[in-house]
């Protein structure tokens, strides 16, 4: 079956930001060399944060699992390399939210010994789609755009509802980072082989890739693999360079001119996004049975020597990179991990690269610290939304904490892209407060589905005691009965057991 055609949808709003990816795309991808420390955070992945099942002292090997999910939304970590467990503690990393968190601390021995290959399954498709989702939980593969979403409980969740379209996201359009660029010029054979075995698990017939029109050498290496391998059902989309045109909705907007709807995911118009990255790393576990225990992350900025791609150890620090790729200029000000839009400063590069970590942006300049002023009605935050929000509206809303308000006007759908902090003449931090608030809605209905539970037990408890009690009363006028037709001695009895009763409930 070959993929449908379909017309390029239109993004509403965004912005047409400097590219400045030309000075990291300059050298092929460089490999960077095994630490002396790994530092493995715990949390890796949306969801609750995995629990180490390795100990102080403990020598593991490179693919050994170290840290398994405690609940449904986690993914397993991998040792990176061999060595030492020498520390479980809590560390500085790059989260969005919160600057430490309880990390693997592993001293390397620098043989990097692996342990036994896992069966790596050359020909996927003899696997069954379920067993192949089973596999990919093993890999501790995530979304490597950013959104560390668990790949096999995505997969799952597709499986249940009606997909019929997989788009491959090679769209990276915040400024800077070049990651996905340089890998799909690197790997397009093994994002290709992600896809198929990604259409197999979902028994899906239709795959896009999407990818950015300025990116033409990306195009054409994806392009001369697809040529050569001849699969109809994966054709090559171009899209319009636009920030951002790259978030999971609009993306499918783009490529199918479908809306995913408001408060709802792809899967709901049929459609299932992942990263190229991604489909690498499924790949890379599949076929050649290596887990995902490595990544490529954009090095840049105008405050390094040597702007480059680099594939890194998860574990090894920005420190040790930039080390290897020729260390700071004299203008470096400000470490900011992600890009200029999404990405999150840090005042420390002893952070480890994580499964998130798609950009180390070293920037000349420092935190910007414009005064805040009064909001003046003009509209330009509404004109680039891609949401079509009201972000005017939501501020005023966020600073009342008016959650009511907030929800009716789509704060939830708000994808935090930073666009209508950059048109704001009054510098209003919208995008941080967005997100606090949104932080707050979901405490508050975490708080609501709790006590909501507590009530349920409570409820339950009670209906229970008045049962036992409706018994009790039951059995003891039955005993009443036959205690009249017995005599005294009957009645002594039952006297007793109900003393016992009592003395016992006590
Ligand atoms: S861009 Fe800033 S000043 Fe203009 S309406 Fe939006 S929040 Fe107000
Ligand atoms: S951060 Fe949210 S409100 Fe602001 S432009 Fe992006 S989606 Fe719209």
Redesign the pocket.
């Known amino acids: 079956m070959s993929a449908p055609t379909y017309d390029l949808g239109t993004l509403h709003?965004g912005l047409r930001l400097t590219a400045n990816k030309q000075m990291s795309t300059q050298q092929a991808i460089q490999e960077v060399p095994i630490p002396a420390q790994l530092i493995l955070p715990i949390t890796q992945h949306v969801g609750d944060p995995a629990q180490p099942i390795v100990s102080i002292g403990e020598r593991v090997l490179k693919g050994q699992l170290i840290a398994e999910p405690d609940g449904t939304l986690g993914a397993v970590i991998h040792a990176s390399s061999s060595g030492t467990v020498i520390a479980i503690e809590s560390l500085p990393v790059s989260r969005r939210l919160g600057d430490n968190a309880p990390c693997v601390v592993i001293e390397c021995d620098g043989k990097d010994e692996a342990i036994q290959p896992r069966d790596a399954a050359q020909n996927f498709t003899s696997l069954q789609p379920k067993q192949l989702l089973e596999k990919i939980i093993l890999g501790g593969i995530v979304g490597l755009g950013g959104a560390v979403f668990p790949t096999a409980q995505k997969l799952m969740q597709a499986r249940t509802t009606d997909i019929n379209h997989l788009i491959l996201n090679g769209v990276e359009c915040e400024s800077y980072i070049s990651c996905d660029d340089m890998l799909m010029r690197d790997r397009p054979a093994e994002i290709i082989s992600g896809a198929q075995i990604l259409m197999h698990a979902l028994q899906i017939e239709v795959c896009f890739i999407a990818v950015e029109s300025d990116k033409p050498e990306a195009i054409r290496c994806l392009g001369e693999v697809l040529g050569r391998i001849n699969d109809e059902r994966i054709v090559l989309k171009q899209v319009p360079t636009i920030y951002p045109s790259g978030g999971e909705d609009q993306l499918v907007q783009l490529v199918t001119n479908r809306e995913v709807p408001s408060g709802g995911l792809p899967s709901d118009i049929g459609c299932l996004v992942q990263n190229v990255g991604t489909a690498a790393a499924i790949h890379d576990w599949i076929i050649d049975g290596e887990a995902l225990i490595s990544r490529v992350t954009t090095i840049t900025g105008d405050g390094v020597k040597n702007p480059v791609n680099v594939r890194a150890r998860l574990g090894t620090t920005v420190a040790d990179i930039i080390e290897f790729t020729g260390g700071y200029t004299e203008h470096a000000q400000q470490l900011i991990i992600g890009g200029p839009m999404t990405g999150k400063s840090v005042t420390t590069d002893r952070v480890p690269v994580v499964k998130a970590t798609n950009c180390v942006l070293v920037s000349s300049q420092a935190p910007s610290i414009s005064p805040e002023l009064p909001c003046i009605r003009c509209g330009d935050?509404a004109s680039?939304?891609?949401?079509q929000?009201l972000?005017q509206q939501?501020f005023w809303y966020a600073c009342a904490d008016n959650e009511a308000k907030l929800r009716d006007f789509g704060l939830m759908d708000?994808?935090?892209?930073?666009?209508?902090d950059v048109v704001c003449p009054s510098h209003i931090p919208?995008?941080a407060d967005?997100r606090v608030a949104k932080g707050r809605i979901r405490e508050l209905a975490d708080e609501k589905a709790r006590a909501a539970r507590a009530r349920q037990r409570y409820e339950a408890r009670n209906d229970r005691l008045q049962q036992d009690q409706k018994e009790r009363d039951a059995e003891l006028a039955q005993q009443k009965v036959t205690a009249k037709s017995a005599g005294p001695a009957a009645i002594a009895e039952i006297l007793k057991r109900k003393k016992q009763k009592a003395e016992d409930d006590k």
Not at 384 to 387: A, K, L, S
Not at 414 to 420: L, P
């Open positions: 709003g935050c680039v939304c891609p949401v929000l972000p939501l708000c994808i935090e892209c930073g666009c209508c919208l995008t967005f």
